[in-house]
């Protein structure tokens, strides 16, 4: 099962490359990107994309970051609550049975 696993995710990673690559060749016209207060140099149109996507994808990874720690704590305190619990149910019925007993 897990070879099927990284057979798919190999082929997946594969055509996502092949896409990649065809959009770069396909993108060929530079372009000089102006903000506002700097104008960056005339560079081919798919590295500014790509650039973009790249920066998007770690802004949105660092502000998922918060998050993610908030629910990995909510989620230990949980486990360590649960924990409790089960030691005191399992108390409470050696309790029981040392008193029928």
């Known amino acids: 099962m897990r070879w099927i696993k990284g057979l798919i995710l190999a ?3 594969l055509v996502v ?3 990649g690559i065809l959009f770069a060749v396909n993108n060929q016209q530079t372009t000089a990107l102006n903000l506002i ?8 149109l798919s590295v500014w994309l790509l650039a973009t996507l790249t920066f998007g994808v770690i802004i949105g990874m660092l502000a998922m970051m918060g998050v993610y720690v908030r629910l990995k704590a909510k989620l230990a305190r ?4 649960n924990k409790q619990q ?6 409470l019925r050696t ?3 040392k008193e029928i007993a």
Do not use: N, T, Y
Request: hydrophobic fraction near 45%; proline fraction near 7%; charge should be negative.
């Open 11 to 13: 082929i997946i990673l």
């Open 17 to 19: 490359l092949l896409v």
């Open 37 to 44: 207060w700097v104008e960056l140099p005339p560079v081919s």
């Open 78 to 81: 949980s486990e360590r609550h």
């Open 86 to 91: 089960r030691k005191e149910l399992d108390r």
């Open 95 to 97: 309790q029981e049975f």
